[in-house]
């Protein structure tokens, strides 16, 4: 379908690995923004944080994919600290501005 035409496919449909790699066109960029937990009971907690693509099954079709979890997440943070020191930059200049 649509999703094995796209050169860039980003998935937010929080459903975990609901995308799987057959639904990849080769060669395409892959953003994950998921973040969804699936039963893993080995694991102490009995979960596992995944995204809403198959990552195993699309990083062997992808050129590039974004893990889930430590893909998205540190460009979200790095990104809202960008903006939150550019507004306290800007507030700052009009406020010295406005007492002169």
């Excluded at 992808?62 to 790095?78: D, E, L």
């Excluded at 700052?92 to 007492?99: N, W």
């Amino acid at each position: 379908g649509t999703c094995r035409e796209a050169n860039v496919l980003i998935a937010a449909i929080g459903q975990p690995e609901l995308v799987k790699g057959d639904w990849i066109k080769p060669g395409a960029v892959v953003i994950d923004v998921g973040v969804n937990f699936k039963p893993a009971p080995e694991r102490k907690s009995g979960k596992k944080m995944c995204g809403d693509v198959d990552y195993e099954a699309a990083s062997k079709v992808a050129s590039m994919i974004t893990p889930v979890p430590g893909g998205v997440g540190p460009m979200t943070v790095a990104m809202l600290m960008r903006n939150t020191i550019t507004q306290a930059a800007r507030r700052a200049a009009f406020t010295i501005g406005y007492r002169d």
